[in-house]
Structures are given as C-alpha cells and as structure tokens.
C-alpha cells in the first residue's frame, strides 16, 4: 500500500495476500481481478504457484483481457531459502517459472515491484498500442543494438517498412518543408539511426 502515497503513487483498485494458498490461490484472484471493472491490469508478486496447471490456464485467458505483470522472487540460493523461511514455500526454479509465463501467453515478467508497477500503469493506459511489432528510431547506432537486444528478449518484432514509409522530420521548421520520406539509405529491417536529413518529401 505504500507505493500509493507520494512520491510514487500508484492507483490501486484492489490488494490481495494470497498468505499461504491454504484454500484459495493464484488463479481464484485473476478471475475477480478479470471481472472486477475497476481493475484494467493485474500485479502479481509471486514465491510458489502450487496449481500450476490451473494457473497458467487461467492466467492465459485474463491476459487476453488485461495486462498481468508478475514480479517470481527467489531468483537466487538465499531468496530460496527466505521464501522458504518466511511462508514455508517452494520457490522452485526462477528459469522455469519464467518460462511458462511466456508458455501461458501475455504475461510479462519484471525483476522489481517498481518495474512491475510501472509496466502495469503503462499497459492500463488509454491509447496504449497492442500487438508485439515494433518500430525503432534512434539517435545514434549503440541505441539500435540496445533496442533490438531488448527487442528479442522480451518478443517483440521488428515491423519491415515499406521504403516510402513518412515520418515527421525533427529539423527546426525554417528547415522543413513538411513531412520527409525515409533515405535510400534506410534499413527497413532494423532500427536505423538517422544520419543526415531526408532530402525528398511525401
């Protein structure tokens, strides 16, 4: 509850403990968190999933619906041994757990409660674009690599534009007349950092 005060300040429909999984677990929240209006993206900060084939059916079809977010702790020996020690769960492997939340489908997973957070304010946004392809302009080539690194690790995919694809010019406008065309010069497969002005126009 913190994190919705100043200076962070996170909006919070709903806060759920799942405590031990006793009786209802993971899967039983994200169908009320699927229904409840209220609700346009779902956090979830997890130790052990103990349905596992439940929970990544369900979580697959929330998902669907709403962005879901999930923060798995207990990446390293001693966060095993806390998670272990603080609610007598089974951490179980990091790299497994990772990898079927990508099986599942639309669940992306965040190293840290402030990323998780962040992600899930962006993707509850109005206007947030949907689908996994992408487009990169950079400044300069080391932010290319960057991107496209970043790109392959989480699965987006990289648009191919046609070579007479417009964007808007960032010249001063004394400069520019209108909306430019891309280069020759241009890779349409890989994010290109511009280099000199486009010299034809749309």
Known sequence: MDWSLPPEE???STVISVGNQADLGFEHFLRFAEQDTMTR????????????????????????????????????????????????????SYEVYIAAFRQAGGVIPARSLRDAFNLAELLASEGYPRGKRAIAVT????????????????????STSPPT?????????????????????????TPTPPGSPPSSTC
């Open 10 to 12: 996170f909006g919070f």
């Open 41 to 92: 993206s779902v956090t979830l900060y997890i130790e052990e999933i103990q349905d596992g084939r439940g929970f990544m059916q369900i979580v697959g079809e929330v998902a669907g619906r709403k962005p879901v977010v999930a923060v798995k702790s207990g990446s390293s020996r001693k966060g095993k041994a806390a998670a272990s020690s603080h609610t007598g769960s089974l951490a179980g």
């Open 139 to 158: 400044s300069a080539g080391g932010f290319a690599v960057l991107a496209s690194d970043y790109a392959e690790a989480y699965g987006s995919i990289w």
């Open 165 to 189: 694809t417009c964007f808007a010019s960032s010249m001063p406008s004394s400069r520019r007349s209108g909306t430019t065309q891309t280069p020759p010069w241009t890779s349409s497969g």
